[in-house]
């Protein structure tokens, strides 16, 4: 992989040197210009991060846990319900915590399983590229990719009681 990365490098220098170009002036300007796109990026993820913290450390998901709807589910599971619309590495670490402790032949096991290759980062794309493109009116985006992933969810647990 390292090898192609190096191959497709050169083959960038040798074609710019062939066409006359100063590479590192435009590679210069690139850098420039991604640095402008990093700043509405940044602070979306920001924002994620915090808020994602904010959800994990006050304990709103232990007290969802409570509602008698959710009484017989797993909190990592709840946890990671509500966490996919927002991190795809957050809920695959909860998935990875849900194997450990479950198996992998688990009832929570094969529903996470089901719900992260199913769901999206909704919330996590939404706010970066509707952001990065400055689209403020992304409410009917936003709203269709949640419910989605609700159904999603839905269908994970019909599935897996259905086949599992």
Avoid: W
Wanted: one cysteine or more; proline letters at 2%; aromatic letters at 16%.
């Amino acid at each position: 992989m390292n090898k192609i990365i190096l191959i497709f490098i050169a083959f960038i220098v040798i074609y710019g040197t062939y066409k006359k170009a100063n590479c590192f002036d435009l590679f210069v300007e690139g850098a420039k210009e991604g640095f402008t796109l990093f700043i509405p990026l940044f602070t979306a993820l920001l924002a994620l991060m915090f808020f994602i913290n904010m959800m994990i450390k006050t304990g709103l998901v232990q007290t969802i846990c409570q509602i008698p709807i959710f009484k017989h589910m797993s909190s990592e599971l709840l946890s990671m319900m509500f966490l996919r619309p927002f991190s795809s590495s957050g809920s695959l670490l909860l998935l990875d915590q849900i194997y450990q402790q479950y198996g992998l032949n688990h009832f929570f096991s094969m529903v996470a399983t089901f719900i992260q290759s199913s769901t999206d980062t909704t919330l996590y794309v939404a706010s970066l590229y509707l952001g990065s493109l400055g689209i403020k009116n992304d409410s009917k985006a936003v709203g269709l990719g949640l419910f989605l992933d609700a159904l999603a969810i839905l269908f994970a647990f019909i599935i897996t009681i259905i086949f599992f």
